[in-house]
C-alpha cells in the first residue's frame, strides 16, 4: 500500500463540491454515498453486487463488530477488508453513537462509555483510545473519533455538555490514532442546532487538525428544516480542503439539500433497510411495493434504471416475493435502492462538473412532484 | 420455438445413463439435478447464479403458485419463465403431493382433492384436468400428470387403490394434456415399495404413452434402503429410451445411489433448505456451519469448490454471518450448496461417458468416509 490518503475538490458549483478522495485502497468520487455494512455485510447484497451498484466505499459499525465477532477476531482473520471481502475503502464509525442508542445499561464518565451489549448481555467499555483499536483492529481505512450524541430532546446545556465532552474526546482520539501512513482520522462536530455551539466544535477540531471533518448529531430526530439550518452554516465552519461527512443521512431529498450546501459525504440505513421493508426509492418518489395496485403491473419499477429488478423483473413479480416474503424480495428492492442512491450521487457529480446543479435539482424536485407511474 | 422434446442416451456405465434432455427452451444434460424454485424464486438466489452453478433446468411447485400468485396471474404477465426471469426449461410438478402435505382439509375424490389454502384458508380444486390447465398456464416446459402419493405409513390395500386411481388420473391428464409440440408430459409410477404394484403401474403408463416416467412415493419416509430396493428394478420397469425422473431426492449419497440404478432426472429442496438452515454439504460430508469450531477458522468450506462462498470467504465468516442472522448467510450457503449439487452430477456425467462410474463412486464415498477437514 501507498502512504497517500488525499482530498483534491475538482469542481464546485455554488457550494456544491465535486472532487475525489484518494486512499491506498482505491479513489471515492465525491459527493460519495456509502451503503452500511453494519456486521461485516451489506445486508442482503454480495459485495460484488455492491460496488457495481457505483459505491466505491462502505461503512462497518464498530459497535456491532465489536460485540459479533469482536474486532480481536477480524484481526486474527486478515481485517475486515478480507472478512467480509470488500475490496475498496471502508469508513467505521466509533461505536459512540450505537452505544447510545442499541446498548443497554449504559453509564457514562469522562473515561466513555460502560454498557451491556444487546446481543448477549455481556459488559463492555468504549473510551476514546478503545475505540481506536478497535478500528485499528479492523483495518478501517478512514477513522471515525469517539464521540457522544445525546439523545433528542436535549437541553442547550446538555447539548454544550456532550460536545464539549465530545471535543475531549476528540483530542484523546487523535493521540491514540498516532501517525498511520494511508489511514484517515475523521473529527466529528456536535453541537446541535445552536450555531454558537457548532462554531464552538468547529473551532476545537480544527485546531487539533483531521483528516476530513464529520457533522455530527443531525438525522436524530430534528426534522429536514432544522437540519437544513444547520447545514447552511456548518460546513462553512469546516476547512475547504477537507471532506465534509453528514453522519446518518438520509432520504434523497436530505442528501441533495446536504450536497447544495457543501457535504461531500454522507451514509445511510435508509436504502438497504427499506429493501427489506419493500419501500423503493425511484425518481419519482417512494414507491411502497407491498400495494395491491402493482400485483398484475408487468412494468418495471422505473423503466428508465440500469439495476437488475428493474432490468428483469415486474412490479407483480416484486410484489409477489415481497407478500410471499421471499429472500429475493430483499436482494433486489435492496439493489435496486443502493442502485438509485449512487446514480443519485453520479447525476449530482456530473452536474456540479458541468455547472448545471441548479437545473438538475429542479429537474430532480419536478420528478417527484408529478409522483409514481399511473395505476394500470 | 421449434417443436421438439427429445431424449438422447449418450452413453451407459453399468445400470448409469448419460444423456441430452433436447427442449425448445435449452438442452438438459442428464443426470440433471433441478434446483426447487417452489413460490417463482429459487430461495435465496438470482437466477443467473443459479444458471452459473450448472443447473439446466428448474423445478416450479404447481400448488404454491396457483395459490400465490395465481396461475392466471403469471398467464397474464407472460408465463413462468418471464415472471421470475429463467430462461432455461422448467419443470412443474402436478400439485398432488403437495396439497396432500400442506393444504387442509383436504377431501380426496375419483374427481379429484378439493382443500383449504394453507396461505389465506381459501377453497379450491384440483383435479387432472386442473392441474393440466394451470401448468399449461404456467408455461411449463415439463409437465407432470396428476397423482395421489398416499401418506405413510400407508397399508399394502392403501398404496394400491391410490396407485389405481392415480393411473385413471394419468389417462386423464394425457388426454387433458393433448398435443403440444415443445412440451412434455411425464408419467409418474407409484406403488409404494410393493414390486408387484410397481410394476402394475408401469404398465398401465407405458400403455398411456409420455415422453418422460417419474418414480413417485419414495422419499417419503422409507429410508434409503427401501428405496435403493426399489430402484434396483422400478427403472427397467420403464422405457429405456425416455427420461426417468426420481421425484423429491435428495441427500449427495440418495443421488449417486440412484444415478447407478438408471435414473436421469432428480430434484430436491435439500441444498436449498439446508442453505437457510446452516447445512453445508462438501464431497467430506455435511459441515454445521453453527458449530462453535468454524469461529476462528480462516480456511474455506473446500478448497477445492470453485463457488463463490468457497473462493472469497473463511469458515469464520460464514459462522459469523448465519450466527448474526445476515441475509447474505442463506444467499452464499445456498449458493455453495448448489454448486456442489451440480458438482456432483458433471463429475457423474464425466464418469459415465468415460466409463469409470465404478471408481467414481469410491472415490465419491471414500472422501465422505475421510470426513470434514479436522478442527484447527
Redesign the interface.
Known amino acids: 500500500m501507498t502512504a497517500a490518503f488525499n482530498f483534491e475538490v475538482k469542481a464546485t458549483d455554488g457550494k456544491a463540491r465535486g472532487g475525489v478522495i484518494t486512499t491506498p485502497r482505491g479513489q471515492i468520487r465525491t459527493p460519495a454515498f456509502m451503503p452500511v455494512g453494519t456486521?461485516?455485510?451489506v445486508?442482503?447484497?454480495?459485495?460484488d453486487s455492491v460496488a457495481a451498484t457505483g459505491a466505491d466505499i462502505i461503512l462497518g459499525n464498530t459497535y456491532h463488530l465489536m460485540l459479533?465477532?469482536t474486532a480481536e477476531?477480524i484481526d486474527?482473520?486478515?481485517g475486515l477488508h478480507r472478512?467480509?471481502?470488500w475490496r475498496g475503502p471502508i469508513l467505521t464509525d466509533s461505536g459512540g453513537f450505537q452505544v447510545m442508542s442499541l446498548a443497554e445499561l449504559r453509564k457514562l464518565t469522562e473515561d466513555g462509555v460502560t454498557f451491556k451489549s444487546h446481543v448477549d448481555g455481556s459488559r463492555h467499555t468504549l473510551t476514546p483510545e478503545r475505540s481506536m483499536e478497535i478500528q485499528r483492529l479492523l483495518g478501517s481505512d478512514i477513522v471515525m473519533c469517539f464521540d457522544e450524541c445525546p439523545a433528542l430532546p436535549a437541553t442547550d446545556d446538555e447539548v454544550a455538555r456532550a460536545m464539549r465532552l465530545s471535543m475531549r474526546w476528540a483530542e484523546r482520539s487523535r493521540a491514540a490514532f498516532g501517525d498511520r501512513p494511508g489511514h484517515a482520522l475523521f473529527g466529528i462536530m456536535q453541537g446541535g442546532v445552536t450555531r454558537e455551539l457548532r462554531e464552538e466544535s468547529a473551532e476545537a477540531l480544527k485546531s487539533i487538525g483531521f483528516d476530513g471533518y464529520a457533522v455530527g448529531g443531525l438525522a436524530v430526530g430534528e426534522g429536514q428544516e432544522a437540519m437544513f439550518g444547520v447545514l447552511d452554516y456548518a460546513p462553512d465552519c469546516l476547512p475547504a480542503d477537507k471532506p465534509r461527512y453528514l453522519m446518518g443521512v438520509g432520504k434523497p431529498d436530505d442528501i441533495v439539500g446536504a450536497v447544495a450546501r457543501g457535504i461531500d459525504m454522507m451514509d445511510c440505513v435508509l436504502p438497504t433497510r427499506s429493501g427489506r421493508t419493500g419501500q423503493v426509492f425511484t425518481r419519482r418518489g417512494v414507491v411502497n411495493i407491498k400495494n395491491a395496485r402493482h400485483?398484475?403491473d408487468?412494468r418495471p419499477l422505473d423503466e428508465e434504471c440500469a439495476c437488475?429488478a428493474c432490468r428483469?423483473?415486474?412490479r407483480?413479480?416484486l410484489?409477489?416475493?415481497f407478500?410471499?416474503q421471499?429472500?429475493?424480495s430483499?436482494?433486489?428492492l435492496t439493489w435496486h435502492n443502493l442502485h438509485y442512491y449512487q446514480d443519485l450521487m453520479a447525476g449530482m457529480r456530473a452536474a456540479i462538473a458541468e455547472g448545471r446543479f441548479a437545473d438538475w435539482q429542479a429537474t430532480f424536485h419536478a420528478a417527484r412532484a408529478e409522483g409514481d407511474i399511473a395505476p394500470l
Open positions: 456486521a461485516g455485510t445486508k442482503a447484497m454480495l459485495p459479533r465477532p477476531r486474527r482473520l486478515g472478512f467480509m471481502n400485483a398484475d408487468p437488475p428483469h423483473y415486474s407483480a413479480y410484489h409477489h416475493v407478500r410471499a421471499e429472500i429475493i430483499s436482494m433486489l
